[in-house]
């Protein structure tokens, strides 16, 4: 977004998305419960940020949610895998492609459906759901790239095992709850800026 930094509104969203990541990161507000496994919902400031404000704001929200989690796993490890996470390559690197591919699923989708009234609820929803599953899929994919042999040592499974649990439980409710989040506040966002996309 050209505008990003001469924009007041967009900025105050953008600092305001960060005060929340680190509140949902600092708290167990970060973890919803749901049943017998919990969905953690701290990426979905991220992904808000790339859909309402664009695939720039997006990027500097990833980065500073990659941040986040980096100095999180530094100072507050609670699993056998955050000290993993102190790495960059698996803490931020990650992060920084959620914001934009949840701007560019949205975008997307409202080019497919830029004649139907449920543009903007679509769009959103696919939106949020990409953005959770970028990551999902990245951190994954940095984890096995990078730390293959210690995430088995650690967790005392195969690589795959892992991988299929977590894609099964936790992944696809992340995938379905970031979706739902991110529709009431984007249609919200885009009544009050009036800046609906096209």
Do not use: C
């Not at 096995?144 to 995430?151: C, F, S």
């Not at 992340?174 to 979706?179: A, L």
């Amino acid at each position: 977004m050209k505008n990003l930094f001469k924009n007041p509104r967009s900025l105050a969203m953008l600092g305001l998305m960060l005060a929340i990541t680190i509140i949902l990161d600092m708290t167990p507000l970060g973890m919803l419960p749901l049943g017998t496994i919990s969905a953690t919902i701290v990426h979905i400031p991220t992904i808000i940020t790339g859909v309402i404000l664009g695939p720039v704001a997006g990027f500097i929200m990833g980065t500073s949610f990659g941040i986040v989690t980096l100095i999180h796993a530094a100072t507050r490890p609670v699993t056998v895998l955050d000290p993993l996470f102190i790495n960059p390559l698996v803490s931020v690197l990650p992060r920084m492609f959620i914001g934009v591919v949840s701007y560019f699923a949205f975008a997307g989708i409202s080019r497919l459906l830029k004649k139907s009234p449920l543009k903007n609820t679509v769009s959103s929803f696919i939106g949020g759901m990409a953005g959770s599953l970028t990551n999902t899929a990245l951190v994954f994919l940095m984890l096995y790239l990078v730390y293959a042999k210690e995430v088995v040592e650690r967790l005392g499974m195969a690589f795959g095992a892992f991988l299929i649990a977590v894609f099964t439980t936790n992944a696809i409710a992340e995938m379905i709850v970031g979706g739902i989040i991110t529709v009431p506040v984007a249609l919200a966002y885009f009544r009050y800026s009036k800046t609906v996309r096209q």
